[in-house]
């Protein structure tokens, strides 16, 4: 679908590190700021324990994950709306992305600069937030001028609409909040959605931590408190840590050193599905003796939309879905066994497609 969440931050506080982390990719990770100048694309592989459940009953010749793109992007500075450190291209960057993923530095570290000098997570979120709030508030700006005198004039409807919606961001804006908290109807965000502002993109906090504070500390508790009003997730990772897990060869050295952790699994798994999740993603499978395969889609497609993510054929010439749900599934151990049951579902264009679904498209070209 190419979906991409973008991960930013101060220099220094981890971001490439755990870019790295995610991906095969080697964003280069050194002790300097603008060590990151062109974004990094990594193609990540969505953890889903239920490919594996599926593909150990029906043993197919091979497995296909869900994915999505998370993008590293260079450290923001004071500064940044208005070019700073190269900071048009920065924010560029975050316009293109669908989410953002914000790595605060919740660790003390002597042998680590610090861009601003001292670990102030809550300082340098902010930092960050302003940035993308003057940037938006320009764009509002400069559209609210272009507009305003076909919505006084009263005979273009569209135009009023736009300027009352433009209004309602400018004093969110000057008011040093991000765009993401003015509350709009769905036919409200269509009108101003080719606004593209920066802060009305969904937020994953990510604290990166030293080993002792894997549970929280201080720094943590802070960004928790801080956020608590933005109805946005906080996860506490250790990049350092994770960087070790990608070194290790096979799954029993990873399961050992996770154990020794006390981890159930790696941060970065978590952080995976979290941004899936952020962006308002869900699966549904195909299970065949060729491939047992995730595909991706928005939560509350419908089964066209979906049959579509295969092949546009497949949407334009939808006539029915045979639809078995991923517990029955598991349960019966088959597609035919299902069939049996009475579990194989016919539906039809108005179906909304379930999370963890198995599916099969009839369609007519």
């Not at 048009?88 to 316009?95: A, P």
């Amino acid at each position: 679908m190419g979906l991409q969440c973008g991960i930013v931050g101060l220099p220094n506080v981890g971001k490439s590190t755990l870019f790295n982390c995610l991906s095969n990719a080697k964003a280069q990770a050194a002790n300097f700021p603008f060590c990151t100048i062109e974004p990094n694309i990594g193609v990540i592989s969505v953890p889903d324990e239920r490919l594996a459940k599926l593909s150990a009953l029906v043993n197919p010749q091979k497995i296909v994950p869900a994915t999505i793109e998370i993008v590293d992007i260079a450290g923001l500075v004071k500064g940044a709306s208005k070019g700073e450190g190269l900071g048009n291209q920065f924010l560029g960057n975050i316009r293109d992305t669908n989410a953002i993923i914000h790595v605060l530095r919740c660790f003390e570290d002597g042998n680590v600069i610090h861009v601003e000098g001292s670990v102030n997570p809550i300082r340098d979120k902010e930092i960050i937030d302003t940035e993308l709030q003057l940037k938006d508030f320009e764009t509002v700006e400069k559209r609210l001028q272009r507009v305003s005198k076909a919505a006084k004039v009263g005979t273009d409807k569209d135009a009023k609409k736009e300027f009352e919606i433009l209004n309602m961001y400018f004093k969110c804006l000057s008011e040093g909040r991000s765009a993401r908290t003015v509350v709009l109807t769905d036919e409200e965000k269509v009108a101003v959605a080719d606004l593209h502002l920066l802060t009305i993109k969904p937020v994953l906090y990510v604290c990166n931590v030293d080993q002792s504070s894997l549970k929280g500390n201080k720094y943590t508790d802070a960004v928790k408190e801080a956020v608590k009003d933005e109805n946005a997730e906080v996860l506490i990772i250790d990049a350092g840590i994770e960087a070790e897990i990608t070194q290790l060869e096979s799954a029993e050295d990873r399961k050992v050193f996770l154990d020794d952790m006390g981890l159930d699994e790696p941060g970065v798994n978590k952080l995976i599905k979290a941004a899936y999740k952020l962006l308002n993603l869900s699966t549904y499978f195909t299970a065949g003796e060729v491939e047992v395969r995730a595909w991706t889609i928005h939560k509350g497609d419908k089964a066209p939309q979906a049959a579509g993510v295969i092949h546009t054929d497949f949407e334009k010439g939808f006539i029915k879905a045979e639809v078995i749900g991923y517990d029955d599934y598991i349960q019966y151990g088959s597609e035919a066994a299902c069939r049996d049951a009475g579990k194989l579902m016919i539906q039809g264009k108005d179906y909304v497609v379930k999370d963890g679904d198995v599916m099969h498209f009839r369609f007519n070209v």
